[in-house]
């Protein structure tokens, strides 16, 4: 086990990393304060995505909470003036402004590695919806989850209003957000927010064996770019859109060591050995997708 190399401008305060055998965990790590969600939060789980894609050895990510809480949502401490921009000392304009969020769940939707969510406890606000960006989400039976954005006064944010009716539809969404109400693990489960519930003590374990079947069987490259396939596909408006970069990837791939690998392994009843990495042979799909500039 090895720890994730942290870049020297910025030792992680507010997350930890360890990186076991191709599963990289982050843990959210401000338990006393229930892990709410600060700027140095924020830039540390960008730093953090960095690092994990220019890394060959991180297979799958792992996020998790220290202690009871996933994450509280946004840290209050500045009472009233927690979300008053102009107040804070930051941009007013919103040709400058960037909702913090926002900025961490778009970071996470280019992620090159598959990303899960072990929801161990409380994940309300931004602690929510910063999972909702990530591929598959498991949870604690002691977790409790609340888009609690209009009991605050405020809306819903880290992209939020795009990832939440993708993954459980507007019907689903709308009560949650218009209610702002906290609700348990099961009602996540039923709405479709998590994948499964599981006892406390069994959630890791759980989140580690999906990510061991990933990391264990699969082509790092073939990941990475289904992963986009499928997250990009949300936003083509045609069908043709991803008819082309799948046929590009196909075409790219066919003829690439791991598929001949991945063949040849299942042919030869055998674990496949694939060799291509991320860093320096993902082939680029998506000259159909390219991310329209803030105007």
Not at 110 to 124: F, M, R
Not at 191 to 205: D, N, Q
Not at 233 to 240: E, R, T
């Amino acid at each position: 086990m090895r720890r994730l190399p942290k870049i020297p401008s910025m030792p992680y305060e507010h997350i930890a990393t360890e990186l076991s055998d191709g599963i990289l965990t982050i843990t959210l790590d401000r338990p006393e304060q229930l892990n709410a969600f600060t700027a140095t939060m924020q830039r540390e789980l960008i730093a953090a995505f960095d690092e994990a894609d220019a890394d060959d050895a991180v297979r799958v990510i792992v996020v998790t909470g220290r202690g009871r809480a996933f994450c509280a949502g946004a840290d209050l401490s500045a009472g009233p003036s927690t979300f008053d921009a102009g107040a804070r000392g930051r941009p007013a304009d919103i040709r400058e402004y960037r909702d913090g969020g926002g900025m961490v769940t778009l970071r996470i939707f280019e992620l090159k590695k598959p990303i899960i969510a072990a929801i161990n406890g409380p994940a309300v606000g931004v602690g929510v919806t910063m999972t909702l960006a990530m591929d598959v989400r498991l949870a604690s039976e002691n977790a409790r989850f609340g888009f609690v954005f209009a009991r605050r006064g405020i809306v819903p944010e880290a992209a939020s209003s795009w990832f939440l009716p993708r993954a459980v539809g507007i019907q689903q969404a709308m009560e949650w957000v218009a209610t702002g109400r906290v609700f348990d693990a099961q009602e996540a489960l039923r709405g479709r927010l998590v994948r499964s519930v599981h006892p406390p003590e069994e959630l890791l374990p759980a989140a580690y064996a999906l990510a061991r079947e990933i990391a264990d069987n699969t082509s790092a490259v073939s990941v990475a770019l289904s992963r986009q396939l499928l997250w990009r596909g949300l936003v083509a408006d045609h069908p043709m859109k991803a008819h082309m970069a799948d046929s590009r990837g196909i075409l790219i791939m066919g003829a690439s060591p791991d598929v001949k690998e991945g063949v040849a392994a299942f042919l030869e009843k055998r674990k496949p050995n694939f060799t291509m990495s991320v860093s320096k042979d993902l082939p680029d799909l998506f000259p159909f997708y390219k991310t329209p500039e803030f105007e």
